[in-house]
């Protein structure tokens, strides 16, 4: 298993590793990533913004198994938001998240001072890394966020 950047040809294969895992959870609803209208094209997205990249979690055949991205969380300078990480159920439980999360906290560290994620309260295991990974509890989403389906959010000061 090896982390890349991602490819053009990685755009539909993690689009439905996203909508697949939203669709397992219910989740497949306005505010929520299912929706977000980048979700079609990755590559292109993370391109076009100034320190942000999206990564792929791969297998020995070069199949994508998840991923995360990083990128600047609305107009605040100095904070990014961890996005749409998520791998396919089959990789759930060989500590991925965790490598994936890695590879993203130490890009953000480079360029930003904080990393803000959202999430939901049910998603016990995400929630559980977060904190294990030094993420703090926040009592609400911070001004700008896009996804008001959420519940839970987390702000991580790098260092």
């Given at each position: 298993?090896?982390?890349?950047?991602?490819?053009?040809?990685?755009?539909?294969?993690?689009?439905?590793?996203?909508?697949?895992?939203?669709?397992?959870?219910?989740?497949?609803?306005?505010?929520?990533?299912?929706?977000?209208?980048?979700?079609?094209?990755?590559?292109?997205?993370?391109?076009?913004?100034?320190?942000?990249?999206?990564?792929?979690?791969?297998?020995?055949?070069?199949?994508?198994?998840?991923?995360?991205?990083?990128?600047?969380?609305?107009?605040?300078?100095?904070?990014?938001?961890?996005?749409?990480?998520?791998?396919?159920?089959?990789?759930?439980?060989?500590?991925?998240s965790k490598e994936l999360m890695?590879?993203?906290?130490?890009?953000?560290?480079?360029?930003?001072?904080?990393?803000?994620?959202?999430?939901l309260k049910k998603l016990q295991?995400?929630?559980?890394?977060?904190?294990?990974?030094?993420?703090?509890?926040?009592?609400?989403?911070?001004?700008?966020?896009?996804?008001?389906?959420?519940?839970?959010?987390?702000?991580?000061?790098?260092?």
């Amino acid at each position: 298993m090896r982390i890349r950047e991602i490819k053009e040809k990685d755009n539909q294969t993690i689009e439905k590793i996203i909508k697949r895992s939203l669709e397992s959870l219910n989740l497949n609803i306005p505010g929520t990533a299912y929706f977000d209208p980048q979700l079609s094209n990755l590559t292109q997205f993370y391109k076009e913004q100034s320190n942000a990249k999206y990564w792929v979690a791969v297998n020995e055949k070069d199949e994508v198994l998840g991923g995360v991205g990083i990128a600047p969380f609305g107009q605040k300078t100095g904070i990014c938001e961890l996005q749409k990480l998520y791998i396919t159920s089959e990789a759930q439980g060989m500590g991925l998240s965790k490598e994936l999360m890695k590879v993203a906290l130490d890009f953000a560290k480079e360029h930003y001072t904080h990393c803000y994620l959202e999430t939901l309260k049910k998603l016990q295991v995400a929630n559980l890394l977060y904190i294990k990974l030094g993420f703090q509890q926040l009592e609400k989403a911070l001004d700008g966020s896009e996804h008001s389906a959420m519940d839970a959010w987390y702000i991580k000061e790098l260092s």
